[in-house]
């Protein structure tokens, strides 16, 4: 089993952290901090909670003036820097924290200190009560960090924006009116930056589960530029393209799917044990006489606590079919027990998607036991 990401913070992980603030505060404790981290409490932390305790921990070690700690903040992260430790570390993500936690009054500061330290660690989780609070200053400052020299800069005017980042405070403006945000994507699309370019992608993504009509403008304008922002505008796109929408499937060159048939769709276990797999199989058949390109899925309708089926759809392939051919196709779903999805027995579907149209349903039965017949 891999190891859990809040296992991180360990001994051997304080010990290069709390050298660091000694070499900048020469009368910090460093055995009292690390004992102070190791309370009764700390097993059952998880990983954010790890990270605010190292960064509330901190804070009774420095001075009581906000501005003069994230000046010491910054000295930290040099240090690190100096003494070997490197940059994009997750695990230091608990010095923004500091700040999301202690420097929302102090936004001058805040701002500085941010610019500085997610050159080291991202701040894209601290970056979003400032644009909660300050949302004019705010929306500024990100197109100013758009074009910023350094990349996790430019990276943070994109993420620290995402309407519904993951582990993140939502930001309702942007989820209700993300035109503050396209122009920070119009200028990041096409970043030398890959992690650059990737937070603009799924930015989109997130703006299209609340605003498709914005993200399809944006689609349409922006492909075709370069081959890297074309990437970006697909990915981008990908919630979109699994809806099938109608206007994002052919800018993409997945035209209609009229010449395109499912035939035998059969399903080779009727019932599936909780733990086991659904197996089906199906023919394509592309009754043109030139290749079709074909983004080729299917949906699988899960049974929820009320009896009603929620949809999920899951890709095969996206490639070129030979005009006049049959392609033989066979899938297995899993069924396992995940944290992500709790299993409900019951009816079940699973439908085949082409480019975007989704053919006939067919049952099957999620069942609690495998059948004795199907057991090896």
Excluded at 31 to 46: L, V
Excluded at 77 to 102: A, C, H, T, W
Excluded at 272 to 292: C, M
């Amino acid at each position: 089993m891999a190891e859990l990401l809040k296992n991180v913070y360990d001994q051997q992980f304080l010990e290069p952290f709390t050298e660091a603030v000694t070499q900048v505060i020469p009368n910090f404790d460093r055995a009292a901090y690390i004992n102070a981290i190791f309370d009764d409490e700390w097993p059952g932390k998880e990983l954010k909670q790890r990270m605010r305790h190292l960064a509330v921990t901190l804070h009774a070690y420095l001075t009581d003036d906000f501005e003069q700690n994230a000046t010491l903040l910054i000295d930290i992260v040099r240090q690190l820097r100096s003494n070997g430790i490197k940059e994009n570390s997750f695990e230091y993500m608990f010095l923004p924290d500091y700040i999301e936690v202690y420097g929302t009054d102090h936004q001058e500061a805040s701002i500085q200190a941010m610019e500085y330290i997610t050159q080291f660690t991202s701040c894209e989780f601290a970056v979003r009560p400032f644009i909660l609070r300050y949302p004019e200053v705010m929306v500024n400052q990100l197109l100013q960090w758009a074009h910023h020299e350094h990349p996790m800069v430019r990276r943070l005017a994109s993420e620290g924006s995402r309407p519904r980042l993951p582990w993140a405070i939502a930001i309702p403006a942007f989820k209700k009116d993300p035109g503050d945000v396209i122009p920070i994507l119009e200028q990041l699309n096409d970043d030398e930056s890959e992690s650059v370019r990737r937070s603009v992608a799924n930015n989109m993504n997130d703006i299209a589960k609340d605003n498709p009509d914005v993200v399809i403008h944006l689609a349409k304008k922006l492909f075709g530029k370069s081959k890297t922002t074309d990437w970006v505008v697909k990915h981008g796109c990908r919630t979109l393209l699994k809806q099938g929408n109608p206007e994002i499937m052919p800018l993409f060159g997945f035209a209609s799917s009229g010449n395109i048939e499912i035939k035998q769709l059969e399903i080779k276990t009727p019932s599936v044990a909780i733990g086991y797999d659904l197996s089906f199989s199906f023919d394509l058949i592309n009754k043109d006489t030139a290749p079709q390109l074909i983004r080729l899925e299917y949906a699988i309708y899960f049974m929820k606590a009320n009896g009603n089926l929620s949809r999920k759809v899951f890709k095969i392939s996206e490639r070129e079919y030979d005009g006049d051919s049959m392609t033989h196709i066979t899938r297995q779903q899993p069924f396992k027990l995940i944290t992500t999805r709790k299993l409900y027995p019951g009816l079940h579907q699973v439908a085949v998607i082409v480019n975007g149209r989704e053919t006939e349903k067919k049952d099957f039965q999620l069942i609690m036991e495998q059948p004795k017949s199907q057991q090896g």
